[in-house]
C-alpha cells in the first residue's frame, strides 16, 4: 500500500491524472475503472487538458464505471452516465461504444447486474480502478453491511450518503433512494487500485479504512487486502 499525502485537491488531482496517463500511455487499450463524486473531476479535467495537447490516445481505453442511479436514463443531468460525459468523456478521443456504466432503468435490473459483471470479465478484467470514498467507508455504493457483496448489485443508499449526494439535486427527496453498484470482486480483481480522497471530513474514516479492522461495515476496509494500492490524500 502506498500512501501519497498532498497539499491540495489540484496536487491530488494532477498525481492521479499521473497515474492514469502512465497507466494508457504504458497500455494503450487498457480497461479503466472509473469513479464519479466531485473528488475525481479535476483529474478527469487535467486529463483532457493532457490530451488536448496532443500527450495521451483514448482511442483504444474501454471505460467501466462503478456505479448509477436506479430510474436515471442518461440524458437525465443527476445521472453518473451524464457526469461522464460531461466531465471526461467530452473532453478525450474515447469511443462512446467503449465506455461502459451500469444502465439505471434496465426494465431487469437484476439481469443488468449480472451483464455488467459478464462485461467486465470478457474484458479482462480492469487494469486500474481509480476509487473515492464516502464518508461512511463505502466505495462505489457498496455501503456498510453485514457482508461485503461480491457481483454488481442494486444497493439502497444510507442516509448518510443521500445526505452527501443530496449536494448535486435540488432537494434531498430527488436524491433516488437505490443504486447499481459494481461489487467486491470486479474491484478487487483490478491489477491496479487508486484511491483518491480530499478533505478533513475524509480523513477520519481514511484512516479506519486503511489501518483498522477489515469488516463489511467499512466496505473500504478490503481494499488492505489488495496486492497494489495507491491512495493519494490531501487534507484540504
Ligand atoms: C461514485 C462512487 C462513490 C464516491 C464517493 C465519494 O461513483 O463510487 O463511492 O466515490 O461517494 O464521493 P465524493 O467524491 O463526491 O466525495
Redo the contacts with the bound molecule.
Keep these: 500500500m502506498r500512501i501519497i499525502k498532498v497539499k491540495s485537491y489540484e496536487q491530488m488531482s494532477r498525481q492521479a491524472a499521473n497515474i492514469i496517463s502512465a497507466q494508457v500511455i504504458i497500455k494503450p487499450d487498457s480497461v479503466l475503472g472509473l469513479?464519479?463524486?466531485?473528488?475525481p473531476i479535476g483529474a478527469y479535467d487535467q486529463l483532457g487538458k493532457w490530451y488536448k495537447k496532443g500527450d495521451l490516445d483514448f482511442s483504444k481505453v474501454t471505460t467501466v464505471?462503478?456505479?448509477e442511479y436506479v430510474g436515471l436514463s442518461g440524458e437525465n443531468i443527476q445521472s453518473?452516465r451524464y457526469f461522464m460525459e460531461k466531465n471526461f468523456f467530452e473532453k478525450i478521443n474515447i469511443k462512446k461504444e467503449n465506455t461502459f456504466v451500469p444502465n439505471g432503468t434496465a426494465k431487469d435490473l437484476v439481469a443488468e447486474c449480472t451483464n455488467y459483471d459478464d462485461r467486465i470479465k470478457k474484458l479482462g478484467g480492469i487494469d486500474l480502478q481509480l476509487?473515492?470514498?464516502?464518508v461512511d467507508g463505502?466505495?462505489?455504493?457498496n455501503e456498510p453491511s453485514d457482508c461485503f457483496e461480491k457481483s454488481t448489485h442494486v444497493v439502497t443508499l444510507h442516509e448518510s450518503?443521500i445526505a452527501?449526494n443530496s449536494r448535486f439535486f435540488d432537494s434531498i427527496d430527488d436524491v433516488p433512494k437505490k443504486a447499481l453498484t459494481m461489487g467486491m470482486v470486479s474491484i478487487m480483481q483490478a491489477k491496479k487500485i487508486l484511491l483518491i480522497a480530499n478533505g478533513k471530513q475524509k480523513e477520519e474514516i481514511l484512516n479506519k479504512a486503511l489501518y483498522g479492522p477489515i469488516t463489511p461495515q467499512i466496505p473500504a476496509s478490503i481494499l488492505q487486502l489488495h496486492p497494489d494500492i495507491t491512495i493519494i490524500y490531501s487534507e484540504v
Design positions: 469513479a464519479t463524486g466531485s473528488t464505471n462503478l456505479d453518473y476509487l473515492g470514498i464516502g463505502h466505495i462505489g455504493f450518503t452527501a
